[in-house]
């Protein structure tokens, strides 16, 4: 934090609170499309508080065992000015990346990392935590405005909790989700469309060792379709990568099936489309090349539509108002990832990600500082302090 720095809005209740709830929710294994018990600790929380929480069916719709919960505290009335209350929305999700293993969160030099060899769950559970602490502080002690809180499902595929999710539904002019790996104080205004593409090759099994010239290979061909793209960062906008490959029945076998996926992330969406067709069109050669003569099925989907954020637009106003109140001069980024931030911009539902201090996220070795949690809090207080202020005229 800079050296003009704010004081804090929390006290030692709260930052013992977010600690030791924050080891407790990343213990609790929620890999997307198993966020039930996640869902049910955050139900229990807030209940807990006097707070209702409504479940959708996104559960059913997306494979998850559970679905978006949406909670509403309202105002109090002392603190609104007299004139009715606005609203204001913030979102966490409640999935993880899967687990490479085990979680048990431990402390080293202020940091929260995983013990094991694997993802700790800040993403997103440090934002979780922020949010059920921010119910707790403002049950206690009253918010100027109507708050709405959101926890999606299935975020980590494709966003699909958030695209399920009925935002007409939300009250709020506009939100804030905290899901950018990347230091406290940068807003993302903008962020790429995605597409998800599936090669599916078929050729001919023939035995390996006595009649090969019989077969055609569809690893050969998945393979030499994957040389053909370019992978990688492609420009500052651009990424394509190839994630997953799959094929073959035996090592003595000429193999007949093989696929592979691969996405394209671009922040301008007539080259995602562009490059979409041209990955189209080489996995198409390289079935065709004669050695592997093999037939292809593509399947291409917009997983999420990427957005571009006016400067000016009230929701970054007031999250850039908010990050200097708690003494952080704010840094507007382009990502090259989505959030539920795009599925709901998409909805027509305006929403800013903001980053939430975690580090590695994906990754093993991920990690988040003690001070980035009890930061986060402060900050999603100032947005509650700095939108009701908007909606009162104030600094406009």
Same mark, same amino acid.
């Given at each position: ?116 060899e694997g993802i700790l769950g800040a993403d997103n559970k440090a934002a979780i935590v922020v949010l059920l602490a921010l119910a707790r502080h403002i049950c206690r002690e009253g918010a100027p405005l109507d708050v ?132 189209? &069109? ?10 592997? &003569? ?103």
């Open positions: 934090m800079s050296s003009g720095a704010a004081v804090s809005r929390v006290g030692a209740l709260e930052h013992r609170y977010l600690s030791g709830t924050f080891a407790e929710l990343c213990r609790i294994e929620s890999p997307s499309g198993r966020e039930g018990a996640c869902g049910e600790r955050v139900i229990a929380e807030l209940r807990a508080l006097g707070v209702s929480v409504q479940e959708d069916d996104a559960g059913a719709r997306t494979g998850s065992d559970c679905g978006n919960l949406l909670a509403r505290i309202p105002a109090r009335a002392e603190l609104t000015a007299g004139g009715p209350p606005a609203s204001v929305m913030l979102c966490a999700h409640l999935d993880t990346v899967p687990l490479q293993a085990p979680v048990e969160p431990v402390l080293l030099d202020g940091f929260w990392e995983n013990e094991h709405e809180l959101l926890f999606t499902v299935a975020e980590e595929t494709a966003l699909a909790g958030a695209l399920a999710f009925e935002a007409s539904s939300l009250k709020s002019a506009f939100g804030y989700v905290f899901d950018h790996a990347s230091p406290i104080g940068e807003v993302v205004i903008d962020s790429p469309s995605h597409y998800r593409l599936q090669a599916d090759f078929r050729g001919a099994a023939a035995h390996a060792g006595i009649r090969p010239e019989l077969g055609r290979n569809a690893i050969l061909a998945a393979a030499r379709a994957i040389a053909s793209l370019p992978i990688g960062r492609l420009d500052e906008g651009t990424t394509v990568n190839v994630g997953m490959i799959a094929g073959g029945t035996a090592m003595n076998v000429v193999p007949e099936h093989s696929s592979f996926v691969a996405e394209v992330r671009a922040l301008d969406e007539e080259r995602a489309e562009t490059l979409v067709a041209e990955i189209v &069109d080489r996995v198409h050669e390289a079935a065709n090349i004669p050695d592997c &003569d093999c037939d292809v099925d593509v399947n291409v989907q917009r997983s999420f539509a990427g957005y571009r954020l006016a400067g000016n637009s009230p929701a970054v106003r007031v999250a850039e108002a908010a990050l200097r109140a708690c003494g952080r001069e704010p840094v507007r980024i382009s990502s090259g990832g989505g959030s539920d931030a795009n599925a709901l911009i998409a909805a027509g539902f305006q929403t800013v990600n903001l980053a939430n201090g975690t580090e590695r996220n994906h990754e093993p070795g991920e990690r988040v500082g003690v001070a980035a949690l009890e930061e986060m809090l402060d900050v999603a207080l100032a947005l509650l302090e700095q939108a009701a202020e908007l909606s009162r005229g104030v600094g406009r």
